[in-house]
Each structure stands twice: as C-alpha cells, then as structure tokens.
C-alpha cells in the first residue's frame, strides 16, 4: 500500500479565532513527522489525498501516544518529542438509508448530519455529513464503532461539530449503534432545526 495517499491532521482540542490544525503527509512507508507543535491538547485525524473510492471505508482505529491509546481521549504535548503510532483500517461501519418528509416522500438535497457520543465529541475526524440523492437517499461510510445520533435538516450547517449546534440536536433524528464494520439502513424525518 502506498500510504503517501494519506496526510496527518494534529487537531487542538480548543480552537480559537487563532487557532489551526498541523499538517503532514505520510512517506510511502507510513511514517510521517509534525515539526513546531505547541503544547497543547490534540487529536489526531487521518485524512486521505485521494478520491481513490476505496479509502471512503478507513478509520482511524487507534491512536497510540507514548504506550497509550489516545484515539478517543486525545495526548498533550508538553513541547518534546512524543511519539505516535497510528493504526488505521478498512473496516470503517455505515449507516445508509432515506429522508421523508410528512407524507412519506423522499426528499433530495437535504444534509444528512451524523454526530457521536458525547464521549467523542472532540474527536471532530468521527462526525460526518452527506446529502440525499434525488431519490432522497444517503451513504455515511468509514465510521469508528460507537454510538451516534443520526438526523436530517432543513438547512445547511457549516460547523456539525459545534457544541451549540449539537447540543440543540442531541435529541433529533435516530440513535445508532455500531460495531466494526457493521452496515445499518434508517429512515429519517426532515428535522427543521427550530
């Protein structure tokens, strides 16, 4: 595999109107180096350089920072060299299915929004968002295993990953549960995010 494909995204856990991710990409041989980082509280995001169809389904399996698994809960670094080993793989889940409106008819180009667990919700590489075909169908692929909150909206949302945004959505739409690799179909309801 040629893993110069994929680019590493250090994320800090509290942006402000200053703050922004680091970036490197991967050798061919997956090794990868972030120069200058600031002590700070991070995650750590895989992302791929390609619209190769195939990397749609890899996740982010772990983490692991000095020993530890830091996936989920993210690593500080205190300005020294840390050391990170990332394991991804093909076995992402996903969720696909339809978006109704009251009448029971598909509706098209509508935002499907997919959002974790409280427990991950500073892990942004976790949320994800579509929109329906014409049919008003959808596909949400390379998901972790977890539990997720799945719904449809009316209007756009730049930001899914909001605690604001979040918060007043935590309710809406269906829950989820996946293992790896699990595939799950849902119908969901147009929520109009009043």
């Not at 995650?43 to 996936?71: C, M, P, Q």
């Not at 598909?106 to 991950?120: K, T």
């Not at 390379?142 to 899914?160: C, K, M, S, T």
Request: glycine fraction near 10%.
């Amino acid at each position: 595999m040629d893993w110069s494909q994929l680019g590493v995204l250090i994320d800090p856990d509290e942006r402000d109107q200053f703050g922004q991710s680091l970036t490197a990409q991967a050798a061919k041989d997956g090794s990868f180096k972030v120069e200058n980082v600031p002590s700070d509280n991070y995650h750590l995001v895989v992302t791929a350089n390609s619209n190769f169809e195939g990397w749609r389904d890899y996740i982010t399996k772990e983490v692991i920072v000095n020993g530890k698994d830091a996936g989920d809960a993210g690593f500080s670094t205190s300005g020294g060299a840390t050391l990170v080993d990332v394991v991804v793989s093909a076995k992402g889940a996903a969720i696909s299915g339809t978006v109704l409106d009251d009448s029971g008819q598909p509706i098209s180009a509508v935002q499907v929004v997919c959002v974790p667990d409280e427990s991950r919700r500073k892990r942004r590489d976790v949320y994800q968002q579509t929109q329906t075909d014409r049919n008003g169908n959808f596909a949400l692929r390379g998901l972790n295993p977890g539990e997720y909150r799945v719904f449809a909206l009316d209007q756009p949302e730049p930001d899914i990953s909001d605690p604001e945004f979040v918060n007043l959505h935590e309710n809406s739409g269906q829950a989820v549960k996946l293992d790896e690799g699990e595939r799950q179909t849902v119908v969901l309801k147009l929520s109009t995010g009043e």
